[in-house]
């Protein structure tokens, strides 16, 4: 009777791990898609901030690309 219940605790105990094991892969595909947008839209912003109309750039100082994206993304937490 022991080795059944032993038996028992342990197939629970892989259920629960294959539960959190399928929980987790379809959080890590959630997470790399988030990341994709996340992806594009800060190509997206690098292109409106290299083509700007000249304010932007005006504004900053005529900073390179990355560092009025780096200003950008510090003024929104900041904000936030």
């Given at each position: 009777i022991y080795i059944l219940?032993?038996?028992?605790?342990?197939a629970d105990e892989?259920?629960?791990?294959d539960k959190k094991i399928s929980d987790l892969r379809e959080?890590?595909?959630?997470?790399?898609?988030?990341?994709?947008?996340?992806?594009?839209?800060?190509q997206i912003i690098d292109e409106i901030l290299s083509e700007g109309s000249g304010t932007i750039c005006t504004a900053n100082g005529g900073l390179p690309p990355a560092?009025?994206?780096?200003?950008?993304?510090?003024?929104?937490?900041?904000?936030?």
């Open positions: 219940t032993q038996m028992s605790c342990w892989i259920a629960k791990l959080y890590d595909k959630i997470c790399k898609q988030r990341k994709e947008r996340l992806n594009n839209t800060t560092a009025r994206r780096k200003l950008y993304y510090d003024h929104i937490f900041l904000v936030a």
